[in-house]
């Protein structure tokens, strides 16, 4: 029997550790540029330094690297060794402060948006303290912002970390108002739960599709798929079970707080869940639960898809957002109490919240907004691109009280009554979840569903974390020097209900019905990637980024042509893929097989009888024509979406011809797929791959 509490955080240079290895000046020096943001000074680094060396190199590491999240959608690691050469052909084990909080990469060869030239490579990496050091794979990993030479952000963490600034800022004057002088600080707390497929290794090697893009480009549905619901939460298969026994062993040693492990609703489906920690911890964890799913899987002789959809027909894979406030002494801003009606501090986050969502609608689908994620939203249990915000009943009908001057008396607590008396009476929670809303009030935290399986948390908390700020700014500025605050407050948060209600939306996100009321409303509804990008530089937008100093206009345009560039070239490489797939397999087993058709054929006629393998030679004959020319087309756009040059308009195009062709071309494969005989049939099919794990 394994110590958890031995093993968790074991190779994490974490408080416990440094208040064991450092002198207590040295730890409170650095405890103070951890929570109150100062500057740390290169003696208290170079001490620090030191003790993260030898707890280190007691752990095994050799290495160490600055490990930051370039805007490539993955990590990245430049490994140094800690030897130093004393002479005489001998070397010590050293690693200076210097070293510690600044490192030097090469920015050129990063996504950059045109901040940064191929001839201009200089770029830093500068350590976040508040995120702690851990040992991987024996390397020292020192989790750091990347900037530029000139000082642009060329990362998520840099943005993430100045709205988590921005947001306590405007939060502890709404806090101040209230009499609350004792919070330093107000954080914002995420718990990010992952999706994902787990299939066997052998199997996806054979599908070259998987391999390069991460989805299948085509497969005709299995026989069954989850149409029986026998999946979700069912007993975990053996292979299954060893392989998340030790990935959370090994998320545990990192200090990554996983907690719920269990079967998905499609075949071949899985999710983790962690508990909540702040934003920008959460954002390094999860990066890291992602790397060692892949990894260990590996291990397994199995393979983790991350992708929103590599499956058709089925469930697509999300990342919940669950998103909260709190303070530096433990109270958790949005918790409603026993008697929300009555908790003024509550409803006026309550209020920010909501109406930082409406005002900022788009700018939250554009954080979400991705080739992966259009395959998925609206669609199998995803959340549809219109946003809105599920409160449930009882918040609701404490609004609609405050905005028509009503009493509200609240709802007496029910105890669930099951009908067995053995079992256990309980109470009944005052309002149901919802499933289908992208933005939905769960009791304490609000949950943002519409983020891919794929995605850094990072770009949707950026957008969250800023326009709340924003929002809370403005009511600060209206509420300071009020000689009648409570009134005042009251009055606010009546006005806000009013203004906002038209994004508060507790009912089925999937009917059509939806589609038309939200308009009538005057929600946006961005069903594609480059329609969502469309919006990313409203002036409303970069004053709103600009104004709290998370980007500055330079690096939005920068990271809007990131955003445009990885979209045209994921749709490329799947086209491209598909095209040598349909050339190379498909085509050569086709024809193989009506061959061998038109020699049954023959051999029948002998004995008079050859109408059934005619029939079925004439079927794929027409099909394989059609096969022709539909990759005859998507050849000639791909080749015309190189010469575009503007790169919305290369997006745009790309979505509305190059994807449309693909799309046009898998249905012809599909329906040859039904038609084949497995024999033939060159790549493992849906029903393989979803049932590979036995």
């Known amino acids: 029997m394994k110590d958890i509490p031995a093993l968790f955080g074991s190779l994490v240079f974490d408080d416990a550790v440094m208040r064991a290895r450092l002198p207590k000046d040295i730890y409170k020096a650095l405890r103070k540029t951890m929570s109150r943001g100062t500057h740390l000074e290169l003696d208290v680094a170079n001490v620090v330094a030191a003790a993260m060396k030898d707890w280190a190199v007691e752990k095994g590491a050799t290495h160490f690297t600055h490990w930051f999240q370039p805007m490539t959608g993955i990590t990245a690691e430049k490994h140094d060794s800690f030897i130093s050469p004393v002479g005489d052909d001998k070397i010590i084990m050293e690693f200076s402060g210097k070293e510690l909080v600044r490192g030097e990469p090469d920015a050129s060869s ?4 045109g901040l940064r030239a191929t001839f201009e490579a200089r770029g830093y990496t500068a350590w976040d303290p508040t995120s702690p050091a851990f040992i991987k794979d024996g390397t020292l990993c020192i989790p750091t912002a990347f900037c530029s030479y000139t000082g642009e952000a060329l990362d998520k963490k840099t943005p993430l970390l100045r709205s988590m600034e921005a947001i306590d800022k405007q939060a502890l004057r709404i806090l101040r108002l209230f009499g609350n002088v004792s919070a330093g600080r107000v954080l914002t707390t995420v718990g990010p739960e992952q999706e994902y497929f787990i299939v066997d290794k052998d199997v996806y090697l054979q599908r070259p599709d998987l391999i390069y893009t991460g989805r299948t480009l085509f497969g005709a549905r299995p026989p069954k798929g989850q149409e029986l619901e026998d999946h979700y939460f069912g007993a975990l298969k053996p292979k299954i079970a060893a392989y998340m026994q030790e990935l959370d062993e090994e998320l545990w040693k990192l200090g990554i707080l996983a907690k719920t492990k269990h079967n998905e609703v499609a075949p071949a489906q899985h999710e983790l869940a962690p508990i909540f920690t702040t934003t920008n911890i959460a954002t390094d964890h999860n990066q890291l639960t992602m790397e060692l799913m892949r990894k260990i899987a590996d291990k397994h002789e199995l393979v983790c898809l991350l992708h929103e959809k590599p499956f058709a027909g089925i469930n697509g894979s999300g990342k919940h957002n669950n998103w909260s406030l709190s303070t530096d002494t433990g109270a958790n801003l949005l918790d409603p109490g026993e008697t929300p009606y009555d908790n003024a501090q509550f409803l006026l986050f309550l209020m920010a919240v909501i109406r930082a969502v409406d005002e900022y609608q788009d700018a939250l689908r554009t954080s979400v907004a991705s080739a992966g994620n259009d395959h998925r939203l609206g669609a199998n249990e995803a959340p549809p691109a219109i946003i809105s915000i599920f409160l449930g009943e009882e918040l609701t009908e404490v609004l609609d009280a405050i905005s028509s001057g009503a009493d509200y008396k609240g709802r007496e607590k029910v105890h669930m009554e099951i009908g067995v008396t053995v079992l256990p009476h309980f109470p009944k929670d005052t309002t149901d979840r919802n499933r289908t809303s992208p933005f939905a009030f769960t009791g304490n935290k609000f949950e943002f569903r519409a983020l891919g399986s794929t995605a850094s948390i990072a770009e949707a908390n950026i957008v969250l974390n800023t326009a709340v700020a924003e929002i809370l700014s403005q009511f600060a500025d209206s509420l300071e020097g009020s000689p009648s605050f409570i009134a005042d407050v009251a009055a606010l948060v009546k006005k806000t209900i009013r203004d906002h209600q038209r994004i508060i939306f507790n009912g089925n996100g999937y009917d059509d019905s939806w589609v038309a009321e939200a308009q009538k409303r005057g929600l946006s509804n961005l069903k594609s990637t480059p329609e969502a990008l469309g919006a990313y530089l409203t002036e409303k937008n970069v004053s709103l980024f600009t104004k709290h100093g998370v980007y500055t206009e330079k690096e939005m345009e920068s990271r809007l042509e990131i955003y445009l560039e990885n979209y045209c070239k994921t749709l490329n490489i799947e086209a491209l893929t598909l095209i040598d797939l349909v050339s190379q397999k498909i085509t050569p087993a086709v024809n193989g097989y009506l061959c061998e058709l038109a020699a049954a054929v023959e051999s029948a006629s002998v004995f008079g009888d050859s109408a059934a393998q ?30 575009i040059g503007n790169t919305s308009e290369e997006a745009r195009y790309y979505r509305e011809a190059v994807f449309s062709a693909m799309n046009e071309l898998r249905i012809t494969v599909d329906a040859l797929e039904l038609s084949v005989s497995s024999e033939w049939w060159p790549v493992p099919t849906y029903a393989e791959l979803l049932y590979s794990v036995i």
């Open 614 to 643: 005619l029939a079925l030679g004439k079927k794929i004959a027409a099909l394989a024509g059609d096969l022709g020319r539909k990759l005859a087309s998507l050849e000639d756009v791909v080749f015309k979406a190189h010469g």
């Open 110 to 113: 990063f996504p950059s948006g």
